[in-house]
């Protein structure tokens, strides 16, 4: 086994610097307990980026990230950098970039209710009573967000209008397909394909392909779902859902509604991966600008993430299920930053980061 890994790290913009501070103490931890070194490489992205080199993506931070195993990624964005244009702002320039350089087409976004938060929950006490743990597969390298063409007609002035081209091909919906049922596999056999094929030609094809992909997987039951319902019903039950195949536009919206689902967007790790499993690991909520500097935000999301890199990426699944039970036993042990306190009684990012750290040091002696 490999006993040196690199990881580059890509703190970003917004809170992304703060909460990435924070698994530093993780990984320091690691790296006493166990016999194999995770060593770091820091790069700029996105707005910071911009504002030293005037680009989101550097050569420097693409290098880096090439030599390494995997990639710690903050979150980028900011209102001072959205009157750039695409190729300059941090998500259009930087992120979606790097996810399509290194080839990332799934997203995978677990999402499960932590019962020790579940009066967080915007849902009824009723309805998450049992819980809920979904496993939102998000195709993250085409679609809509890719589609050419793309762009504005501005020969009239005064009505100009705006194209973005949604498209996807057999090959494309038959690899995120494959990994959804795969992954449906090792729980409960249940996949839910999402479309509008009602509409859409894009998503007839998407219907037509992903129920040629599950024929070879006979002991999974496979539903498909308008978005529009799926929507619906998330909130009405979220428990019915197991894995959610999901195009990228669909995927973005659904998994935000999934993880509010939770309480709060703070907790949400996420994995962007290739076919060989290298990626791009980053919690879903995003740079909130307005925690910025304020030393009050969860760097839980941020802390799972690393928990998902170990995982997928570096294949240590035990020290990814350490991470994950340290989390759990410091929100056992009562402690909540801001998003998940009742506003009075929370503790700070570092804080946090100590707690869990500790608990962490704690499981792994025992
Ligand atoms: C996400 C984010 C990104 C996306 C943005 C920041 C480009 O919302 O990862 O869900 O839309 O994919
Ligand atoms: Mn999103």
């Not at 980026?49 to 900011?78: H, N, R, W």
């Not at 001072?80 to 941090?90: E, F, G, N, V, Y």
């Not at 350490?322 to 009742?342: H, P, Q």
Request: hydrophobic residues 40%.
């Amino acid at each position: 086994m490999k006993n040196i890994f690199n990881i580059a790290i890509l703190p970003g913009d917004g809170i992304g610097p703060e909460v990435m501070s924070e698994t530093y103490k993780i990984l320091d931890v690691i790296n006493k307990k166990f016999d194999f070194k995770i060593k770091t490489h820091e790069f700029d992205i996105g707005g910071i980026a911009f504002d030293k080199f005037g680009t989101p993506l550097p050569k420097e931070t693409l290098d880096g990230c090439i030599k390494s195993d995997a990639i710690l990624f903050g979150s980028v964005g900011g209102e001072k950098w959205t009157c750039l244009s695409r190729d300059k702002q941090p998500e259009t320039g930087a992120l979606l970039p790097l996810r399509r350089f290194f080839n990332l087409f799934m997203n995978i976004r677990p999402i499960k209710l932590n019962f020790a938060l579940k009066q967080l929950s915007p849902l009824k006490k009723e309805i998450i009573k049992d819980g809920f743990d979904i496993l939102c597969i998000r195709e993250l390298i085409g679609g809509i967000y890719f589609g050419l063409p793309k762009g504005r007609n501005t020969f009239d002035k005064k009505n100009i209008s705006a194209f973005d081209t949604e498209i996807y091909s057999t090959k494309e919906i038959e690899r995120i397909a494959n990994i959804a049922f795969q992954l449906s596999l090792k729980r409960r056999k249940l996949v839910f394909s999402i479309d509008k094929a009602n509409v859409l030609e894009s998503s007839s094809l998407w219907r037509e392909v992903v129920t040629k992909v599950s024929k070879n997987f006979p002991e999974v039951k496979l539903i498909h779902l308008y978005v529009d319902n799926a929507a619906m019903q998330i909130i009405k039950n979220p428990n019915q859902f197991d894995v959610i195949l999901c195009s990228n536009l669909f995927g973005d919206i659904l998994s935000d509604e999934c993880a509010m689902l939770t309480g709060s967007v703070g907790m949400l790790p996420s994995a962007s991966l290739n076919k060989n499993f290298f990626g791009l690991f980053e919690p879903a909520g995003g740079s909130a600008p307005d925690l910025k500097g304020k030393n009050i935000a969860n760097p839980i999301a941020q802390i799972l993430s690393l928990a998902l890199l170990c995982e997928y990426s570096l294949k240590l699944n035990y020290v990814a299920q350490f991470i994950e039970l340290a989390v759990i036993n410091t929100l056992k042990k009562g402690y909540r930053t801001l998003d998940i306190s009742d506003g009075k009684n929370y503790i700070t990012t570092k804080q946090m980061g100590d707690n869990i750290a500790q608990t962490l040091s704690e499981i792994i002696k025992s």
